[in-house]
Nanobody, 122 residues
Framework: QVQLVESGGGLVQAGESLRLSCVAS????????MGWYRQAPGKQRELVAT???????NYADSVKGRFTISRDNTKNTVYLQMNSLKPEDTAVYYC????????????????WGQGTLVTVSS
């Protein structure tokens, strides 16, 4: 089995920064695209940013220029550096990964973490 565990959430004031981390563990053979999504109260889950195994990134328009996604393949970890945070960034942030396991090279294209809460006060 593969598990994703996020960390780094918390309560900050508008304009401040946070760095989220997500570590993948288990019988991992390869991790392709990794990403961050978020879900605000009463809203649907939305894409924040993704990064491929070749470090090609994609961002939601709402976070471009403020958030940066990166990964460390040696640690099976993806990061989300969030700067200039706004109250509208308040949400539970979820990590997602496309994982192939060592056992039979089975692919799990949608592995999710449990989420970490980010609250931005005005």
């Amino acid at each position: 089995q593969v598990q994703l565990v996020e960390s780094g959430g918390g309560l900050v004031q508008a304009g401040e920064s946070l760095r989220l981390s997500c570590v993948a563990s288990g019988n991992i053979f390869r991790i392709d695209t990794m990403g961050w999504y978020r879900q605000a109260p009463g809203k649907q889950r939305e894409l924040v940013a993704t990064i491929t195994s070749g470090d090609i990134t994609n961002y939601a328009d709402s976070v471009k220029g403020r958030f940066t996604i990166s990964r460390d393949n040696t640690k099976n970890t993806v990061y989300l550096q969030m700067n200039s945070l706004k109250p509208e960034d308040t949400a539970v942030y979820y990590c997602n990964a496309d994982v192939t396991t060592s056992y039979f090279r089975r692919r799990y294209p949608e592995v999710w973490g449990q989420g970490t809460l980010v609250t931005v006060s005005s």
